[in-house]
């Protein structure tokens, strides 16, 4: 147990963190572009507002949520998404007063008690956006952009945005009635999950995964079909912001997502690669939200991508992070007092921004040279009792193994100006 992580849980070791900081990165990037800012919020928050804001029916809060009693016998969970935190923050700090809309973006890792499998994890990291105070259809095409050029940008091919509207309070009653009704005879047919949601969320019918209630489900009737006009109106213009920007989709009228709060636009980015957890990223809109979390009727819309699904996906398709070679410089000491002095001018180095490191094992020169190697270095500096009674260093162009000894001061010049170079390039 001791040296065992819990189930569901990754380590992200050195190595890999370098991946997480090229791709956290990227979003960054990308977000400063778009104009969207930072927001971080607790890791934990009251256990209601993800019964409230997530839905009481949605698998996350019936049988997911990491929620337990705090020393104040407070209800406190493990926040399994951003939205939801978003809202209240966005709420308690009055953000409805700033100029809308607000653009807000988060990294960070969400909880989930779920049956973990490759992709799937209980603690896993989403990279999110929330758009609050804006019904305009172009902001839910421009969430969608932000996602799509992530993925570009790393590179990702074969991509496939799903999309599909769930409605509004005016034309999901009517939708849920005829729903029922289709579903009424095959009712004892349909797994235990979904007789339990044909009174409480019919919706979630269409989207189970049971062979059983897809045959049963096969034809029934999807909410696109029913859309009231102004819901229609709203998907046709997404549509038309999508074409216009040239970003590909398939509608998916059976595409209903997991959590309650949806309006409107939802959405979905799959890669196939991956396997069973082929959902790289999942959105949409949610008007009703932030006034049912006790706020002003503001609407808002977003998605959130699933940090780990990225690298098997760049993985499947051979794509590699560009990493940075990481260390410029190598310090190598004979003998005790050598060390001293390289140890005085590895710090110097450091001061200046230049990357360097040194041995403390007191290996062999032969050991210190391949360590050298292993770091990828372009210098080593190479300091014995010799040459520091002569003030001087062997600097060793590790590439071609030609060295030479020279003053300290001058190797140190000359690794400056080349490493000026390597900058300005
Ligand atoms: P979600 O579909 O539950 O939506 O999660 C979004 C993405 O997070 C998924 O597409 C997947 O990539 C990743 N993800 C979810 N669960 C796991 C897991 N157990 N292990 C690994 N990755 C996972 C939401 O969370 C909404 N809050 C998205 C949103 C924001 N809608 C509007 N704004």
Redesign the pocket.
């Known amino acids: 147990m001791l040296t065992t992580r819990p189930r569901?849980t990754n380590d992200i070791l050195p190595g890999e963190t370098e991946k997480w900081h090229y791709v956290e990165k990227v979003l960054r990037e990308i977000c400063m572009e778009f104009d969207y800012q930072e927001i971080r919020f607790p890791i934990f928050e009251h256990t209601e507002l993800f019964q409230r804001g997530?839905g009481e029916t949605t698998d996350?809060v019936e049988k997911e949520m990491y929620t337990f009693l705090d020393r104040g016998q407070r209800s406190i969970t493990l926040r399994?998404?951003?939205?939801?935190s978003?809202v209240r923050a966005y709420l308690e700090h009055k953000l409805y007063a700033l100029p809308q809309p607000v653009k807000m973006y988060y990294i960070g890792p969400?909880f989930?008690y779920?049956r973990?499998q490759a992709?799937?994890?209980?603690q896993?990291?989403?990279f999110?956006?929330?758009v609050f105070g804006s019904f305009d259809p172009a902001i839910d095409a421009e969430v969608i952009a932000l996602a799509m050029n992530f993925y570009h940008r790393l590179g990702l091919k074969g991509l496939e945005l799903r999309l599909n509207s769930v409605g509004c309070p005016n034309c999901r009653p009517k939708h849920r009635e005829t729903l029922q009704s289709f579903l009424e005879k095959d009712l004892h047919r349909l797994c235990r999950d979904c007789q339990g949601r044909y009174e409480r969320n019919p919706l979630r019918i269409l989207d189970c995964k049971n062979n059983q209630c897809r045959e049963i489900t096969a034809g029934a009737p999807t909410v696109l079909g029913s859309l009231c006009p102004e819901c229609r109106e709203h998907f046709e213009a997404v549509k038309e912001y999508l074409d216009e920007a040239g970003i590909r989709y398939l509608i998916d009228d059976r595409l209903v997502?997991?959590?309650d709060?949806?309006t409107k636009t939802a959405f979905?980015?799959i890669v196939n690669e991956i396997g069973a957890?082929s959902?790289?990223?999942?959105?949409?809109?949610?008007d009703g939200l932030v006034e049912s979390l006790g706020g002003p009727p503001i609407p808002?819309?977003?998605?959130?991508?699933?940090?780990?699904?990225i690298f098997p996906a760049l993985e499947s398709q051979g794509i590699s992070i560009p990493l940075e070679n990481q260390l410029d410089v190598y310090v190598i000491a004979l003998g005790k007092a050598a060390d001293r002095k390289a140890f005085q001018i590895l710090l110097n180095l450091r001061l200046e921004g230049i990357k360097a490191d040194k041995d403390y094992l007191r290996r062999s020169l032969k050991a210190q040279l391949k360590t050298a190697h292993r770091h990828n270095v372009k210098y080593a500096l190479i300091f014995g009792e010799n040459e520091l009674e002569k003030g001087t260093v062997i600097l060793r162009f590790m590439e071609t193994s030609k060295q030479k000894e020279m003053p300290v001061d001058e190797a140190l010049d000359l690794i400056r100006k080349q490493m000026d170079k390597k900058i300005k390039m």
Request: charged share 20%; with cysteine.
């Open positions: 569901g997530v996350i399994p998404e951003g939205t939801a978003t969400m989930r779920e973990p992709g799937r994890y209980r896993f990291h989403q999110g956006v929330e997502r997991g959590l709060y949806y979905e980015i957890q959902a790289i990223c999942g959105g949409g809109r949610y808002g819309v977003g998605f959130a991508l699933g940090m780990e699904r």
